[in-house]
């Protein structure tokens, strides 16, 4: 599963503008990288004119799924991806991102105009976010929980045979205690009565 | 014909009866009967407002009967639906609240002033049993009319799940703003599953399945982060179940490991002594002072042997 690019735009006062994108089309063969960089950012300004505020959308497209979250306030991000990408990860990536973009940016600042803002944190974001097993909490969670599961499944396998081989030493302890005490009564026979010449 | 010119004689007439209505208003004991007419009037007013609420709720209840009865799926105009529930609601309680108050003037009236006679204290007692009577009519028709729609309701969300579950998802938000020549129809693996949300859509119907769709959307958001949580939450609870059989598993195992305990101190016990008496026998066999004693021992009895037979 890949995420191909992030985009956050603007949606309050129109037109949509695009402030600013990261994309990973590493995927693709060089040739085109160019034509679908720019599907993609066409796409994803239809995508965003499309849908209303405070509304969250995914819209599948041959192999590509947008996923669109337009806030109330007049941002909006676009998420572009592979199928297989969990919706949920795609999602609070895109509410941690809105949040963030917000802080650094005061409204004044994008309100108005054609205006492409620097925000490098969504490179990073992105080339995190590729294998969202590792990057998002829950999952994360959710994978250490289920190692932790697999080794206690094992620690639990151990104890067993554990078990078992306390069992075979009972056995053992007692054969070897009733042999030694048949040889400790030999000796002492052996000491008392038959005196050998 | 002639005209007889009788304008004197009616206006005499109408100066005569102005008198008498002045005189009558001035009469000490018409007092009581004018009283009596304002509590009547009171009454009579207060019922014909309340029998004017309970026109009026009628005919809102035929706007709403109305409304409720299209089996539409477009056009459906549910908040126009809500205000008239929500009004009719008020103006049921209250209707029902001023039926009970014209009841307790009634019975005021009836206890305050006996000259009155009974047919009156009938006949209101009569106009409030019929008023309780059609405001009970109107509330039942209500609760018709609510049953009515939910059912509409549910039926035409049958309907919406239907054609929501057969079209893709990008038909359905674009087609909402254009619904001809949506240049991203790339989904042409499914034509007639586009052609069906396109004639049954006629710009309304995909509203109403684009509301059903954003719904969805925050619907499906949120249901995927509770069942992930969930799925934690089971794990987590998973864990707890298997430390403890594990805790179990291994007390149980600590009194078998007592037992082993307790037969390897006999086995060391009785190998040490045995081996102590092995020593003893070793010393025993490899000391001579016991084979001198024995070989004396020979002598000894020897030489007594010879002493009694010699």
Redesign the interface.
Known sequence: MKLYSISILRFDPKPVQLLCTASDLSSFSFFQRSTVGEFMTFFTK?VTE???PG????????DYVFHVYNRSDGLCGVIASDKEY???VA?TLLNKLLDEFVTKNPRQKWESGAVTLPFPELDTYLSKYQDPKQADT??R??QE??E??DV??R??ES??A??EK??D??AR??N??SQ??M??KS??K??SCCL?? | MSFQDRTTEFQACVANTRARMRNSSSNATTNNALQAKHQKSEFTTVAKKIAYKINETGKYLQRLSQLAKRKTLFDDRPVEIQELTYHIKQSLSSLNSDIASLQQIVRQTSKGSRNKPAQINQHNENIVVSLQNSLADTSMNFKDILEVRTQNMKASQNRTEKFVASTSLNTNPLANNNTTASPFNYDESEPNEDYLALNLGEGANTRYEQMALLENQTDVYSQQRMSSIESIESTISELGGIFSQLAQMVSEQRETVQRIDLYTDDIASNIGSAQREILKFYDKVSSNRALLFKVFGILIVFFLLWVLVT
């Open positions: 239809t499309r849908t209303s509304q969250r959308q995914d819209v599948e497209e041959s969990p919706l949920r999602y829950i999952m969670v959710q929980l289920d932790t599961k206690l499944h620690t639990i104890v067993l554990r078990g306390l069992d030493l009972i302890s007692d070897l205690s030694s005490r040889f400790y000796a002492k052996q000491n050998i010449q």
